[in-house]
């Protein structure tokens, strides 16, 4: 294995030791271990006491859901990982996964259904939660990049207002929350206009009101007026967000008006930026393309560049790629993320690579790209540091963000 003190310890129980003396390590230590490897990089081993047929872990570098080996005939499981020295995640284990028949998401379901924070981890997220099933465990190496923005500093807090928002063109209905600085003033000319995607996830389990209270007080942004946009549903997530036409007309359209209607502010298309992650990272980009005399900038963490219509021949499967590399230069700023670990699976590009490409194929267009990749995967963990490093990079004050 990687791990010389997995490496160690099964040479032990080779010759029937105990793992009395592993688990005090790991009681006192905490878990994942965590061991150098080479070229300043980390050996992390999660580990599972215990268990009677398996143990299956969710948020793993490789970006899977991993099996967790077992030493021996011993109570010690454990998967090991070589990983950059800067990583973050967010991660939680599955004991004793029932064996499902069916599908592949079947069996995904299986393993959320039974997993929960680990409980020899020490640093659970959120701090606060029903039960461990509703929380994740974090990793975070020394050299992950700071998140200085997410505690409570006791800075002045912006104002929150929820609206019930009908659209005609998509004929539903949606709760959008706008946020408005502390001393807001809608004449105030440097002010930015930011819509967000899945406002349950950024307005929770990402605490962006707080974080832009924290980023505003600080001088590193001018004042932000934030829009979050609720989904109706997950369904209507799945059938809008991937580059829908009529929904991108929504935005612009019906929300955008209304928006402006509310606050006052008319911020220019250069001051207005659409952000989000997954596939809400998809719909930043192309939202924008849709509609640049409006949205002039782009925030996407871990956008679902993979994704195309369906029907879509294989060679043309980057489908917002193929619209910037088909399409006139836009007046459109971009600052787009990914994580090392979000690579692809059975042949298919990952969001990682994808997002590259959508880099390159940006730069060669000559519209402004900013790109930046993160030790970690598909997790709100990173994307409440990245949404913070993204508005620095589009709107910072460089006097103030350095």
Known sequence: DLSPLIAKLAAGVLVGGTTDAFWAMVEASGAPLVEDGQDGRKIVTFLGRGARRNIRLFGAPSGDHEELQRLGGSDVWFKSFDVPDDTRLSYQLAFDVPDVPGTARDRRIAILATAKADPLNRHPWPAEAADAYNQDSVLELANAPPQPWLAEKGNPAGTLTTLSVESRALGNRRAITIYRPPG??????????????????????????????????????????????????????????????????????????????????????????????????????????????????????????????????????????????????????????????????????GILDTSRHLRDVLTAKDMPVIYRDYAGGHDYLVWQGVIADGLIALFGRRDKAD
Do not use: C
Not at 273 to 297: E, I, K
Not at 305 to 312: I, L
Not at 316 to 324: F, Q
């Open 184 to 349: 807001f003033d809608p004449a105030r000319e440097d002010t930015v206009l930011l819509f967000v995607f899945d406002a349950d996830q950024y307005l929770d389990r990402v605490p962006t009101p707080r974080i832009l209270d924290n980023m505003i007080a600080a001088g590193v942004i001018p004042p932000v007026v934030a829009v979050f946009i609720a989904n109706p549903d997950r369904a209507a997530r799945a059938r809008e967000l991937p580059a829908n036409p009529a929904f991108a007309d929504f935005m612009a359209r019906e929300l955008h008006p209304l928006v402006v209607k509310e606050t006052g502010l008319t911020a220019p298309a250069a001051r207005t930026a659409l952000a989000g992650s997954s596939y809400g990272g998809l719909a930043a980009a192309t939202v924008a393309l849709r509609h640049p005399d409006v949205f002039g900038n782009v925030l996407s963490m871990s956008g679902s560049f993979w994704w195309s219509p369906p029907g879509t021949p294989e060679a043309e499967r980057e489908h917002v790629a193929g619209l910037v590399a088909k399409g006139l230069k836009q007046p459109l700023r971009f600052f787009l993320s990914a994580g090392l670990f979000e690579t692809g699976a059975h042949g298919t590009a």
